[in-house]
């Protein structure tokens, strides 16, 4: 992530504000001069908002706490709490002209354990609005302390201390997100942050180069890309060191002794990764047999069951990748690619454009690691649900279910019956299921429009007192799904409007949609479903489902009737293992 240039961001900023698009509003509050930091921001929003204005609210210079109570009541989609030294204690600025000594540090300490306590309430009050995001102090502590500066003073630590406790409080708010000091670190080298005179002339105290750090940072939290969903590894010089074909399966290594240990790191990288519900697959031009058997080495540091599919065959490994995205039922967009060989990363990306493609730089210990960075922030989430726990084993499981499905002879109806299925309806909008939100964020074959919604917004559309939630869940003897559909909707007399509806790839061929359809009718009670359908590159399922229940291909703003439906679908009243809660 390299710094943008002031002029760039300026550029980028005026360009964001010349859009025709609805604007997105973030307030940033704070109690230094923000200047350039503002329009860094901007420049960086408008990069991840390609479609929006970007208009950045402020509220009163030197008024940290009052900004924060602006905050929580501003119109806006997302907040940004930047907070430094002097926001904490006036004294702990260079602008400032108190006195020092031990027992003014003393003083200080108390008064910034007792302004902590107020800024944790005041954003976790704003975080029950809104998402917040958070960076605590970048810049270095005065030398107020009598110790000398190679030795951490009591003073230093017990504000470290103060920082850390505030810290761990808002972060268990469900809606705070705090910048990582170590990544600025790296982004940013502490001697390079604070512009002196720029702080004493205009209260702005960042170095042009920190200011873009913090704000490149600051928008990643604001925007937070959606994490990929699978990751297809090499097998050769990638999961492990050697050729397992020329030196056998003894001969492959990944241990310290044999100099391979980044193997090892890449290999417990993985298995992180497939615990959070990541994807595994193996795409590798190999014996089949031999790969089975190097699979079973007792000292891997991930089990073989982790990866599926498995893909071992001499022919192009851009094939292998296309079988792989079939039998995942994913975008190639959602997918890295890993190996060691530039051509076979060219291949591959030359026939799947979307796929990510990195290089496994086998012997190159420090860029191995600059990899699993990179990989983290790929594939990195804010929280693992239990849907993502779940996730490899329900799709081993729906293939499963597809083979017993291919080889019944009765009705869709009946097989589910068979296959013991079960399908949990929740209405329950308080709190709000951050599964939900996910779900309508990344699904793309069943999905009404292809609309998405910020936390704000998904928000503000559940405090209207005619709106409602239906999260659906399954199980079969399979195994659990978890939850894999979600709508959103209003309800006004005999009619509902529908504004969102999503099914995971992961549910099909489950009759989910129809049985929820059918307890929306039930529930309230209702002649018709209007529905706020949008044609999109990628929704075929949704409207093949849709022209099934309606015998035509659906148009915008289409509409199913109760007495249509029931014609149509084929559903008995009271179906076996549905149960509805809310």
Same mark, same amino acid.
């Given at each position: 992530?390299?710094?943008?240039?002031? %002029?760039?961001?300026?550029?980028?900023?005026?360009?964001?504000?010349?859009?025709?698009?609805?604007?997105?509003?973030?307030?940033?509050?704070?109690?230094?001069?923000?200047?350039?930091?503002?329009?860094?921001?901007?420049?960086?929003?408008?990069?991840?908002?390609?479609?929006?204005?970007?208009?950045?609210?402020?509220?009163?210079?030197?008024?940290?706490?009052?900004?924060?109570?602006?905050?929580?009541?501003?119109?806006?989609?997302?907040?940004?709490?930047?907070?430094?030294?002097?926001?904490?204690?006036?004294?702990?600025?260079?602008?400032?002209?108190?006195?020092?000594?031990?027992?003014?540090?003393?003083?200080?300490?108390?008064?910034?354990?007792?302004?902590?306590?107020?800024?944790?309430?005041?954003?976790?009050?704003?975080?029950?609005?809104?998402?917040?995001?958070?960076?605590?102090?970048? %810049?270095?502590? %005065?030398?107020?302390?009598?110790?000398?500066?190679?030795?951490?003073?009591?003073?230093?630590?017990?504000?470290?201390?103060?920082?850390?406790?505030?810290?761990?409080?808002?972060?268990?708010?469900?809606?705070?997100?705090?910048?990582?000091?170590?990544?600025?670190?790296?982004?940013?080298?502490?001697?390079?942050?604070?512009?002196?005179?720029?702080?004493?002339?205009?209260?702005?105290?960042?170095?042009?180069?920190?200011?873009?750090?913090?704000?490149?940072?600051?928008?990643?939290?604001?925007?937070?890309?959606?994490?990929?969903?699978?990751?297809?590894?090499?097998?050769?010089?990638?999961?492990?060191?050697?050729?397992?074909?020329?030196?056998?399966?003894?001969?492959?290594?990944?241990?310290?002794?044999?100099?391979?240990?980044?193997?090892?790191?890449?290999?417990?990288?993985?298995?992180?990764?497939?615990?959070?519900?990541?994807?595994?697959?193996?795409?590798?031009?190999?014996?089949? *047999?031999?790969?089975?058997?190097?699979?079973?080495?007792?000292?891997?540091?991930?089990?073989?069951?982790?990866?599926?599919?498995?893909?071992?065959?001499?022919?192009?490994?851009?094939?292998?990748?296309?079988?792989?995205?079939?039998?995942?039922?994913?975008?190639?967009?959602?997918?890295?690619?890993?190996?060691?060989?530039?051509?076979?990363? *060219?291949?591959?990306?030359?026939?799947?454009?979307?796929?990510?493609?990195?290089?496994?730089?086998?012997?190159?210990?420090?860029?191995?690691?600059?990899? *699993?960075?990179?990989?983290?922030?790929?594939?990195?989430?804010?929280?693992?649900?239990?849907?993502?726990?779940?996730?490899?084993?329900?799709?081993?499981?729906?293939?499963?279910?597809?083979? /017993?499905?291919?080889?019944?002879?009765?009705?869709?109806?009946?097989?589910?019956?068979?296959?013991?299925?079960?399908?949990?309806?929740?209405?329950?909008?308080?709190?709000?299921?951050?599964?939900?939100? /996910?779900?309508?964020?990344?699904?793309?074959?069943?999905?009404?429009?292809?609309?998405?919604?910020? /936390?704000?917004?998904?928000?503000?559309?559940?405090?209207?007192?005619?709106?409602?939630?239906?999260?659906?869940?399954?199980?079969?003897?399979?195994?659990?799904?978890?939850?894999?559909?979600?709508?959103?909707?209003?309800?006004?007399?005999?009619?509902?409007?529908?504004?969102?509806?999503?099914?995971?790839?992961?549910?099909?061929?489950?009759?989910?949609?129809?049985?929820?359809?059918? /307890?929306?009718?039930?529930?309230?009670?209702?002649?018709?479903?209007?529905?706020?359908?949008?044609?999109?590159?990628?929704?075929?399922?949704?409207?093949?489902?849709?022209?099934?229940?309606?015998?035509?291909?659906?148009?915008?703003?289409?509409?199913?009737?109760?007495?249509?439906?029931?014609?149509?679908?084929?559903?008995?009243?009271?179906?076996?293992?549905?149960?509805?809660?809310?």
């Amino acid at each position: 992530m390299a710094n943008m240039k002031l %002029l760039e961001a300026l550029k980028l900023a005026k360009l964001a504000n010349n859009r025709e698009g609805e604007a997105f509003i973030c307030f940033l509050a704070t109690g230094l001069n923000p200047l350039h930091l503002t329009t860094f921001l901007a420049a960086e929003l408008s990069l991840l908002f390609a479609e929006r204005k970007i208009e950045i609210q402020q509220g009163l210079y030197g008024d940290l706490l009052g900004n924060i109570t602006r905050l929580a009541k501003a119109d806006a989609e997302v907040g940004v709490v930047l907070l430094e030294w002097s926001d904490f204690d006036a004294r702990l600025g260079i602008r400032s002209s108190a006195v020092c000594g031990p027992a003014v540090c003393n003083d200080i300490i108390e008064t910034v354990n007792a302004r902590a306590s107020e800024i944790g309430f005041r954003l976790k009050d704003a975080a029950a609005q809104m998402p917040i995001v958070v960076s605590f102090p970048t %810049l270095p502590v %005065l030398p107020l302390s009598f110790s000398p500066g190679w030795q951490a003073s009591s003073f230093e630590v017990e504000l470290d201390s103060i920082m850390q406790a505030v810290r761990k409080d808002i972060s268990q708010a469900g809606q705070v997100r705090i910048l990582s000091s170590r990544r600025l670190d790296l982004l940013s080298p502490l001697k390079e942050r604070w512009d002196i005179e720029a702080d004493l002339l205009s209260g702005f105290p960042y170095t042009i180069s920190h200011a873009s750090g913090v704000a490149a940072l600051l928008a990643q939290l604001v925007r937070r890309p959606e994490p990929k969903k699978g990751l297809i590894t090499d097998l050769d010089d990638t999961l492990w060191r050697g050729i397992v074909g020329e030196v056998g399966i003894e001969g492959i290594s990944w241990h310290l002794d044999h100099h391979s240990q980044m193997h090892a790191f890449y290999q417990r990288l993985l298995g992180a990764l497939s615990a959070e519900g990541v994807l595994l697959g193996i795409a590798s031009k190999n014996e089949p *047999a031999v790969v089975e058997a190097a699979l079973r080495r007792k000292d891997l540091a991930l089990p073989a069951s982790a990866f599926f599919p498995i893909e071992v065959s001499w022919g192009p490994k851009s094939e292998a990748v296309s079988r792989i995205l079939k039998n995942w039922n994913v975008g190639a967009d959602s997918v890295v690619f890993i190996d060691d060989s530039p051509l076979e990363l *060219a291949e591959v990306k030359a026939s799947h454009p979307e796929v990510e493609c990195i290089q496994f730089a086998t012997k190159d210990g420090a860029a191995i690691y600059e990899v *699993a960075m990179r990989l983290r922030d790929l594939f990195g989430r804010s929280a693992v649900l239990n849907e993502d726990t779940i996730r490899a084993q329900s799709i081993r499981r729906s293939h499963a279910l597809a083979d /017993e499905f291919e080889t019944a002879k009765s009705t869709s109806e009946d097989f589910l019956q068979q296959v013991q299925a079960e399908i949990g309806l929740n209405f329950d909008k308080s709190p709000l299921d951050p599964r939900a939100l /996910e779900l309508v964020n990344k699904t793309n074959q069943f999905n009404l429009n292809g609309k998405r919604f910020t /936390e704000a917004a998904w928000q503000n559309y559940f405090r209207d007192d005619s709106s409602f939630l239906l999260v659906a869940s399954y199980t079969d003897k399979f195994g659990p799904l978890g939850k894999i559909a979600v709508i959103a909707g209003q309800h006004h007399g005999k009619t509902l409007d529908i504004d969102a509806w999503v099914m995971s790839c992961r549910a099909f061929s489950r009759r989910i949609e129809y049985h929820c359809l059918e /307890e929306l009718f039930t529930k309230f009670d209702i002649d018709e479903i209007r529905l706020d359908f949008a044609m999109t590159e990628r929704n075929g399922p949704l409207r093949e489902f849709l022209q099934n229940v309606l015998g035509k291909p659906p148009e915008l703003g289409c509409t199913i009737s109760k007495q249509l439906f029931e014609s149509r679908s084929g559903i008995v009243r009271e179906p076996h293992g549905v149960g509805t809660n809310g």
